[in-house]
């Protein structure tokens, strides 16, 4: 069973940055795809950038241009990097992972970012 573990998060200004990280453990055949959705008060659940193990990336036109999605294989860990953050960006943020051969899926806990204006 693939969990992950989320780190980062927090509370920053407008046009500030912030680093989101994601470890997965549990997977013997390693990860494949991994994620970050995130969901603000009264919306649903959105993708806000995914990537490949290698390294393929898929983002939210929302976020083109401000967030970078990486990972580190070996480690199993995801981050995203997060600049030019507005308030629309306030949300929970949670990791996702699916593993390879299995295709078992796992989300994070969630961790708050929240961007004042």
């Known amino acids: 069973q693939v969990q992950l573990v989320e780190s980062g998060g927090g509370l920053v200004q407008a046009g500030g940055s912030l680093r989101l990280s994601c470890a997965a453990s549990?997977?013997?055949?390693?990860?494949?795809?991994m994620g970050w959705y995130r969901q603000a008060p009264g919306k649903q659940r959105e993708l806000v950038a995914a990537?490949?193990?290698?390294?393929?990336?898929n983002y939210a036109d929302s976020v083109k241009g401000r967030f970078t999605i990486s990972r580190d294989n070996a480690l199993n860990t995801v981050y995203l990097q997060m600049n030019t953050l507005k308030p629309e960006d306030t949300a929970v943020y949670y990791c996702?992972?699916?593993?390879?051969?299995?295709?078992?899926?796992?989300w994070g806990q969630g961790t708050q970012v929240t961007v004042s204006s």
């Open positions: 996702y992972a699916v593993a390879l051969v299995t295709s078992r899926d796992a």
């Open positions: 549990g997977s013997i055949f390693g990860i494949n795809l």
């Open positions: 990537i490949l193990p290698g390294g393929a990336t």
